[in-house]
């Protein structure tokens, strides 16, 4: 149970760019490796996700010797590849639906601005005809 905690208090780390590719490669060459540099890459996260980190990569560059580590450094790296897509898509997701926001209201604006502009014309156009009944002209 606490070892199912640790791991996943591994993959609480985040990863910018390529580099939750790059430790799901590294854990699958060298078991254990990448879990390390999910910690060190992470250190603002405190000790605890550190030690947590390397605790877990010992554990699996040890246990790469009767195969059980090393499926357990591909497993915990795609799962880190796995969530960092997640995320990734969600902010992709959100930043496609701000888009399309400013775009309608975009649309709504330019639609306002020339019913305004309209309407403006309209006045001074009553305003012209107009005006040699008011004195103006």
């Known amino acids: 149970e606490k070892l199912k905690e640790m791991h996943n208090k591994c993959l609480e780390g985040k990863l910018e760019g390529s580099m939750p590719l ?3 490669i590294v854990n699958i060459i060298w078991p254990g490796l990448g879990t390390w540099i999910i910690g060190f890459l992470n250190m603002d996260k405190g000790n605890d996700f550190l030690i947590n980190c ?3 990569g010992w554990l699996q560059a040890f246990l790469c010797c009767i195969i059980v580590g090393w499926i357990w450094s591909i497993y915990l790296g795609h799962q880190v590849y796995k969530k960092s ?7 992709t997701d959100a930043f496609s639906y ?5 775009n309608r209201l975009g ?5 306002a601005l020339k019913i305004s502009i309209i309407q403006l014309e309209f006045k001074l156009q009553i305003i012209n005809n107009h005006s040699g009944f008011w004195g103006f002209g």
């Open 22 to 24: 790059v430790v799901f």
């Open 54 to 56: 390397l605790i877990i």
């Open 85 to 91: 897509n997640e995320r990734q898509r969600r902010h």
């Open 98 to 102: 701000c888009l399309d926001v400013k």
């Open 107 to 111: 649309g709504y604006v330019k639609y």
